[in-house]
């Protein structure tokens, strides 16, 4: 079981299974959004219980995927793609994140310069990643 919050406590959520490791997105809406590339985990939908969801607001982006926020603080929590069964969800919102590591960057292409230099020798993909490296992990 894993919690987490928004920053101001109104939205909270828990994960009942296992979390993905975190991918690092660099494409241009997580840089609108996040304010740089975002460190993401993810888990199945039906595993995550969100409360406080009169607080939470979801924008649609043009192109499908949701993007779920506090409407009282602004945290950016949950991003969610039509068809997909999957909720992910910003590794910083978690209140203990010391058994995530970082596994990939994706949409490097879209990448900023002050977001490139990557010491890490993680892997790296132009666009999405692979299902064998976006899938949340089975129980
Ligand atoms: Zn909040
Ligand atoms: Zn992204």
């Known amino acids: 079981m894993s919690t987490g ?3 101001c406590g109104a939205v909270t959520y828990e994960v009942a299974g296992p979390l993905r490791q975190v991918i690092v997105c660099h494409c ?6 996040h304010g740089r590339g975002a460190a993401m985990t993810c888990a199945h939908r039906d ?3 969100i409360r406080g969801e009169e607080s939470l607001r979801w924008y649609c982006t043009p192109d499908g995927p949701e993007r779920g926020f506090c409407a009282r603080c602004g945290s950016s929590l949950f991003w ?6 999957t909720i992910s969800i910003p590794a910083g ?3 203990d994140q010391r058994r995530l590591r970082a596994v990939a960057h994706i949409f490097c292409e879209q990448e900023e310069p002050y977001d490139r230099d990557h010491p890490d020798g993680l892997a790296r993909f132009p666009r999405g990643a692979p299902p064998e490296v976006a899938a949340p992990p089975a129980d």
Do not use: E, I, K
């Open 80 to 85: 969610v793609a039509p068809r997909r069964p």
């Open 28 to 33: 241009v809406d997580c840089r609108h959004w």
């Open 5 to 7: 919050r928004c920053l």
């Open 47 to 49: 595993r995550v219980t």
């Open 93 to 95: 919102t978690l209140d």
